[in-house]
């Protein structure tokens, strides 16, 4: 049987591509279909092409849950096309970056409300320092009558955004960041949701041109990870450093992602150091 879609909204979640500063004080899995690192697949889906030339020209594949109905294909120079069944609609999506890691897929009731929605996570910025992902979450319509007619729609699919502002301002309400030192040695208090974790940094005492300061900065580490009935977002950590220019971590911090008509609420806060 095929899967039962309903038209409310679907969802951008965006990790900012920049490390966003903050001062302390303020404010049973399943494994999602496709994706991973094109680069690294050896099942020979990425093969290459010779361009006109010569030079050879790396192809990248559609994603699919083929039991749902569902394909999600590049487009050039820019976007994605995702198919639900007979119902087509293009984004101005990336659908992977240099780093070719493809799109996952992963169907499931994440508000918990009987009907299945489709979870698109996507790697769209990359670099040294840098590693950002989307979340998208895609409803469609539920009444067969109304999916016949939208499936003649050019848009039959919408997105909704999860707001930075108010991405951050979760993250930011949840957390906060001091530092003390002991014989010398300078350690960092980190609290989420009440619960505090003292992290040593020494590491960064020396080596800088510069004092580490109590400011944190996270953003441009940014992944998403769905499974069966669950949506988790992973943000890495970093302590901020006089005249360096990227934070430098030692930790992430993971928080279960809830949607709900279109809202978006970030819970079970939980830091984890780098070993």
Known sequence: MGMTWKVKTSVLLIGLAA????TAGC???????????????????????????????LEIPPVSIPKHGITLSPVQPQGALLQIGE?????????????????????SDY???????????????SGTGLSVDELHIVESEG??????????????????????????????????????EVDGELFGHLTLNGETTKVSLKSFQTGYNGEVTEKLGFGAIVGFEASAN???ATFGVGIVIENVAEPQYFGEIQADVGYKDGEFQLSSFRFTAEE
Do not use: C
């Not at 490390?19 to 903050?22: F, P, R, S, V």
């Not at 119902?87 to 169907?107: C, E, G, N, S």
């Open 19 to 22: 490390a966003t500063m903050l």
């Open 27 to 57: 404010a049973s899995q399943d494994k999602p279909e496709n994706g991973g690192n094109l680069a690294a697949d050896e099942s020979g889906a990425a093969g290459k092409t010779e361009t006109k030339g010569g030079e050879a020209e």
């Open 87 to 107: 119902k087509r609609q293009q984004f101005d999506w990336t659908y992977t970056t240099p780093r070719m890691i493809l799109p996952r897929l992963q169907a």
């Open 111 to 125: 508000d918990l409300d009987g009907a299945d929605e489709l979870s698109v996570a996507l790697n769209v910025d």
């Open 143 to 180: 009444d067969e009558a109304k999916a016949a007619e939208s499936a003649d729609s050019a848009t039959p699919f919408v997105d909704h955004v999860f707001e930075k502002d108010d991405y951050l301002a979760q993250l930011g309400n949840a957390l906060t960041f001091k530092t003390s």
């Open 230 to 232: 669950k949506l988790i």
